[in-house]
């Protein structure tokens, strides 16, 4: 079926370390993977994406990995700051007739200790 | 430039009621999509719309349904409402109808009671 699940629900890092999100989806035929982050009061907001052509993508601090082989998708953020506190989305988009939908996981909500 | 706005912001309603929530989305957007996150939970897919027609449905009853009009807005309406229709409903748009990402306004905070 088609669902995008996350393995944890919260982390929490301190000021300036590192921080890894992960992801697991289920459908081997999604060809088009996004992160968003969604503060609070607020709608998501695209970070980062990636096509299934790819392994890996880089950005302004983070970067996003993908396995295909263990249908895995994750979100690495550099140095991270307290502004970064927010839920993190792994989505897939799934293609229909004519358009798409995008599928989101849960959330995993990062806690940045100052 | 504006975002994607949508109005109201809040909105407070009793079962059996209707409602119309609003959508504007960015300038030169043709694409708009409802989504429905209840609290703790990622965003639910409801509505694709691209110009004007209806491109995807996620799986919610007939209670809802939306439209798209000649300028790229969007109303979605929900009918009948029940208790668990409370949640926030956030409109997204996007360039065209593709592998797209989605740009999200703030959403309607909607309270059935």
């Known amino acids: 079926g088609e669902s995008v699940g996350l393995h944890l629900p919260t982390l929490s890092v301190q000021e300036g370390d590192n921080s890894i999100i992960n992801c697991a989806y289920s459908n081997s035929a999604s060809d088009y993977f996004i992160w968003y982050k969604q503060e609070s009061g607020k709608g998501p907001q695209f970070i980062i994406d990636?096509?299934?052509?790819?392994d890996k993508r880089q950005g302004q601090r983070v970067t996003v990995l993908l396995n295909k082989t263990v249908k895995h998708l994750s979100l690495q953020i550099a140095a991270t700051q307290p502004g970064d506190s927010a839920v993190y989305f792994c989505a897939e988009n799934s293609r229909n007739t004519g358009g798409f939908k995008t599928i989101f996981g849960a959330g995993t909500r990062l806690f940045v200790k100052a | 430039d504006a975002g994607v706005t949508q109005s109201p912001t809040h909105l407070i309603k009793t079962r059996g009621q209707h409602v119309t929530l609003r959508c504007s989305p960015i300038?030169?957007?043709?694409?708009v999509s409802w989504y429905q996150q209840v609290l703790g939970q990622g965003p639910q897919f409801i509505f694709q719309?691209?110009?004007?027609?209806?491109?995807g449905r996620g799986n919610f009853p007939d209670r809802f349904s939306a439209r798209q009009f000649p300028n790229y807005s969007s109303e979605l309406n929900v009918n009948a409402l029940l208790l668990g229709d409370s949640a926030l409903y956030l409109c997204?748009?996007?360039?065209?109808?593709?592998?797209?990402?989605?740009?999200f306004g703030s959403g309607t905070q909607l309270s059935v009671l």
């Open positions: 997204a748009s996007s360039p065209w109808s593709g592998d797209e990402k989605l740009f």
């Open positions: 300038s030169g957007h043709k694409s």
């Open positions: 719309y691209y110009e004007k027609e209806e491109r």
């Open positions: 990636i096509r299934s052509n790819m």
